[in-house]
């Protein structure tokens, strides 16, 4: 068939790409094409997350999401050579730090504000630092921010590999719209939604978002979280790749059988299979971890 200049790009150069790139991988295992959580169940339902994909964590408030983005910002920055940023609207550098060491060292970050060490631990938290400051995570806490401020501050990074922001509710889409309306909200969101899309794509690095669901959650029969959840949040569950949401059985039940223990919920995969995967979750360590019986990856 005769290409006609300039109107569609032919079958054969999408098939010549695709070639190439499954060559490329058959002779370079090792090439990072996608960057992982760390957390093995959760990475065999995702395969990853891809370049160019829009990745939302959406919860109620303390179930979690902030930590969950620290433990894949930190394995993320460890393991693939490439600048990991993350904004903040909300807590400073300094905390979200606060929250690493405490990972980094395992020492409970009570101890940590207080200051009250043993010397076993103050050998641990000196280690701790020293990882965390050799790594390659960049935190920019900055709650004035638009997107189109964080997306110029990426576009100075030369070695990119992914980006987190925390969260999509605080971020100002720039527009000067001061009615607060509902319908000016959820253009709101669209913007914002089409511009961390934009990011990712024209940038070719997952961008992850973290999202408050509002507390109509709390008064249904299922707290859990539903794609519907996002409806309020303009076009973010039609421009996102993947979506999880995040719930705690503890967090409406105190008596709950299931203590610490988070269900990471895949309410949408573009390149994978749904499911629930849960995770231990030690609030205090700020750290996510494998239960015992999870399905090997494969």
Partial sequence: MEKIENVYEPISSFVHKVYEDVHKKSINPTDITKLFSGLFS????????????????ASRPGMGKTCLALNIASYAAKLSGRDIVYFSLEMSGQQLVS??????????????????????????????????????LVIIDDATMSITDMYNKCKLFNNLGLVIIDYVQLISSGSNDPTGKY???VQNFTEISRMMKVMAVELN???????????????????????NDLREF???S????????????????VESGNPDTVEVIILKN??????????????????FYELPGQPAWG
Wanted: one cysteine or more.
């Fill in 205 to 227: 690095i997952p961008v992850i978002c973290l999202s408050q669901l509002n507390r109509d959650i709390d008064y249904r029969t299922n707290q859990k979280p539903a794609l």
């Fill in 270 to 287: 573009r390149h994978g299979s749904g499911g629930t995967v849960p995770l231990g979750w030690l609030p205090e360590r700020a750290t």
């Fill in 99 to 136: 929250r690493l060491l405490s990972k980094e060292s395992k020492i409970i970050e009570n101890r940590l504000k207080v200051g009250k060490l043993h010397k076993n631990e103050w050998d641990r938290f000196k280690r701790a630092a020293i990882s965390i400051s050799d790594s390659s």
């Fill in 238 to 253: 039609q421009d996102a790749d993947v979506i999880f949401g995040l719930y705690r059985d503890d967090y409406y039940d």
């Fill in 42 to 57: 959760l990475d065999r339902l995702t395969n990853g997350f891809r370049k160019r994909d829009l990745i939302v964590v």
């Fill in 183 to 185: 319908e000016n909200r």
């Fill in 234 to 236: 303009g076009s973010l």
